[in-house]
């Protein structure tokens, strides 16, 4: 897997919604920089779990699909006399 990258504008989102949360929350003010630094370290030692479970979700629900997509094609054999 590779680092995980974002854009420019999602780290700036990021950034927004981490200050309001430790001013709302925490009652303290973080700075861009702190919060970005924040935002890397997650995303470097955290986001693989995320990362991972998305894989795990997205293979289920392929299985599951695919199962289903079983059911109805044997749903379309002819009866066979």
Same mark, same amino acid.
């Given at each position: 897997m590779s680092d995980i990258k974002l854009s420019r504008d999602d780290i700036e989102r990021i950034v927004h919604k981490v200050k309001m949360h430790f001013n709302d929350e925490l009652d303290y003010d973080i700075g861009g920089f702190d919060a970005e630094f924040l935002i890397e370290l997650f995303a470097?030692? =955290?986001? %693989?779990?995320f990362y991972n479970q998305g894989l795990s979700d997205a293979?289920?629900?392929?299985?599951?699909?695919?199962?289903?997509?079983?059911?109805?094609?044997?749903?379309?054999?002819? %009866? =066979? =006399?």
């Open positions: 470097k030692e =955290i986001g %693989p779990f293979q289920t629900l392929m299985f599951q699909k695919t199962e289903e997509l079983g059911y109805l094609i044997q749903e379309m054999e002819k %009866p =066979i =006399i």
